[in-house]
């Protein structure tokens, strides 16, 4: 199963993010379920980080997708993108509930690491 995770701030915007697991639904390479979380997923990560450049923390490795995003400006384009991204991942799990969780969790402040 996977377990979808993601953290508002006091503003009730998207400010983190987790994908856990495999769905299972199918073999490994043939699974539309995990191909469409991973499509949705790695589209928001890649968008906030190419298109609108905002400082993220990302981890990725084999089941799983971690996205935090670090001072963010108050904008509609960066909740737009997440939104959107949890919208079309509560559709999933709506057809898939056999192999999608979603939950909210609370959002603990993170500050950019220094370098």
Request: proline share 5%.
């Amino acid at each position: 199963m996977i377990k979808i995770t993601w953290k508002r701030d006091a503003n009730g915007c998207i400010r983190a993010f987790s994908v856990i697991g495999h769905a299972g639904a199918a073999p490994k390479g043939k699974d539309i379920v995990c191909a469409a979380v991973s499509a949705l997923t790695q589209s928001a990560v890649l968008g906030l980080e190419r298109h609108l450049r905002r400082k993220m923390r990302v981890i990725w490795r084999e089941g799983c997708l971690e996205a935090t995003i670090f001072n963010p400006p108050p904008d509609a384009m960066t909740d737009a993108v997440l939104e959107t991204m949890l919208l079309g991942l509560r559709e999933i799990a709506a057809q898939y509930p056999d192999f999608v969780k979603l939950e909210a969790a609370e959002f603990e402040s993170l500050r950019e690491p220094r370098r």
